[in-house]
């Protein structure tokens, strides 16, 4: 499976055979994954963890893989503790990165929480969010909060609940939920510090 990065058309030199498509190839993934979950490290690596292998039926995994856009190289890293997909992620404002929910090894939803550091290639489990979480999105907020909302799918409920996780006490708050169920949404912070959910499946539609 290709690893793509997308860049400005006048950013790509005129000499590549793609500068007309606004996207570069990168080095491919060393096996093909889905429903894992990433995020750009303080160190400026791209974090990968778990997700399903290809073929059916699905087969979650537990590998955790690192890309670095110097080299364009990947790297294996240590593993999460258990097989995982449709989980989320975020990086903290300290560069490690924040991996919520999921299924777990036994095939249901989890609320394991654990933050991985790439200085000491390790992960650390964290305070369990309030409920299992699964199809949920994730964004770290200005500031520095990790803002967890929805999540659902697999049959498990949607939901519309919103959770904060404060990295410095290592807590988790419920916030105001949103107004209607919402589930395989996707989620970003702004430069303002807020964060910005759109689509998904929203109220057992997709919108």
């Known amino acids: 499976?290709?690893?793509?990065?997308?860049?400005?058309?006048n950013a790509i030199p005129a000499t590549s055979t793609v500068a007309n498509s606004g996207s570069v190839?990168?080095?491919?993934?060393?096996?093909?994954?889905?429903n894992h979950?990433?995020?750009?490290?303080?160190?400026?690596t791209v974090l990968v963890t778990g997700g399903n292998l290809s073929?059916?039926?699905?087969?979650?995994?537990?590998v955790v893989r690192s890309y670095s856009p110097v080299t364009n190289s990947w790297t294996t890293k240590a593993s999460l503790s258990f097989n995982r997909a449709s989980h989320a992620q975020s990086t903290l404002v300290d560069g490690t990165a924040l991996v919520t929910g999921g299924y777990d090894a036994g095939g249901g939803p989890t609320s394991d929480v654990r933050s991985y550091s790439?200085?000491?290639?390790?992960?650390?489990?964290?305070?369990?969010?309030?409920?299992?979480?699964?199809?949920?999105?994730?964004?770290?907020?200005g500031d520095g909060t990790?803002?967890?909302?929805?999540?659902g799918g697999g049959g498990s409920p949607a939901s519309s609940v919103v959770y904060?996780?404060?990295?410095?006490?290592?807590?988790?708050?419920?916030?105001?939920?949103?107004?209607?169920?919402r589930y395989r949404h996707a989620q970003s912070t702004l430069a303002d510090g807020?964060?910005?959910?759109?689509?998904g499946y929203v109220g057992g539609a997709s919108s």
Request: net charge neutral.
């Open 164 to 181: 904060s996780y404060n990295p410095t006490t290592d807590t988790w708050t419920t916030k105001t939920s949103m107004p209607a169920t």
């Open 55 to 62: 073929g059916w039926p699905p087969a979650r995994t537990n």
């Open 25 to 34: 190839y990168k080095t491919s993934l060393p096996s093909a994954v889905y």
């Open 146 to 151: 990790a803002l967890v909302t929805g999540g």
């Open 1 to 9: 499976m290709d690893a793509v990065a997308y860049a400005l058309a």
């Open 118 to 141: 790439a200085v000491t290639n390790s992960w650390t489990a964290r305070t369990s969010s309030p409920s299992s979480l699964l199809d949920h999105a994730q964004s770290t907020l």
């Open 194 to 199: 807020t964060a910005l959910v759109t689509g």
């Open 37 to 44: 979950a990433q995020s750009t490290l303080g160190d400026g």
